[in-house]
């Protein structure tokens, strides 16, 4: 099946510092999901968007439906333990009851 | 607190033999559930759609015949691995959105080793 490339695929960061990760895709979606995978469990979302342009944020995280609609990216800012996990876009053509095309998931690891 | 949820969590079975796992929506009624795959150090892939009280909708390479769902209520829906081999073995997890024109929000998984 599609995946939607994303982009890096792995981060090593300093306690405090701030993270950036984007997705990229050849078509477009009209709404864009980043989501948190842990170790062993299922996906938690994290923040959505819904409109080309769109800037939201959830605490620390600020995400950006790019203005195309063939990407998004995600903002991590002072970083903490806690955000240790795999982060994963997700593109939907339309929005709730469509399936999802997932990324392929950025790995965030911590160094003390 | 969670809204969907998964049983069982993990589960190891003998190959040749059929495993059920259990994709339940908690205090809302799903008539649309997904079902995916992750392997190791992989994203999730869609295997397919779950309608109630209709046939599942199934990705481009994935059998019907081996991975049977049934969406017999609007709060469950089952996947049923028959004939489990080793290259099965997965992480398979579930997804829902609360309402048409909600967010899907996904159960815990289920890990299955098959022997």
């Known amino acids: 099946g599609q995946q939607l490339n994303q982009s890096p695929q792995s981060m090593f960061i300093q306690e405090g510092e701030d993270v950036s990760m984007n997705c990229t895709s050849s078509s477009i979606f009209n709404t864009w999901l980043w989501y948190k995978q842990e170790p062993g469990e299922g996906p938690v979302l994290l923040i959505a968007?819904?409109?080309?342009?769109e800037l939201t944020s959830n605490g620390r995280l600020t995400a950006q439906f790019g203005i195309t609609r063939k990407d998004s990216f995600l903002n991590i800012s002072a970083s903490i333990p806690s955000d240790v996990g795999i982060y994963f876009c997700a593109g939907q053509f339309n929005f709730g009851n469509e399936k999802l095309t997932f990324g392929t998931g950025t790995r965030l690891t911590i160094i003390p | 607190g969670a809204v969907v949820s998964q049983h069982p969590s993990r589960v190891i079975c003998k190959s040749g033999t059929s495993v059920k796992i259990e994709c339940r929506s908690l205090?809302?009624?799903?008539?649309?559930m997904f079902w995916y795959r992750q392997f190791p150090k992989q994203s999730l892939m869609l295997m397919a759609t779950s309608n109630e009280g209709s046939k599942a909708t199934y990705e481009q390479g994935v059998e019907k015949d081996k991975f049977l769902i049934n969406h017999a209520s609007l709060t469950l829906s089952t996947l049923t691995v028959t004939s489990a081999h080793p290259e099965d073995s997965s992480f398979y997890i579930c997804?829902?959105?609360?309402?048409?024109?909600?967010?899907?929000?996904f159960g815990p998984g289920t890990r299955l080793l098959v022997l």
């Open positions: 997804s829902a959105p609360l309402a048409a024109k909600e967010t899907q929000y």
């Open positions: 205090d809302f009624q799903a008539t649309t």
């Open positions: 968007l819904y409109k080309a342009g």
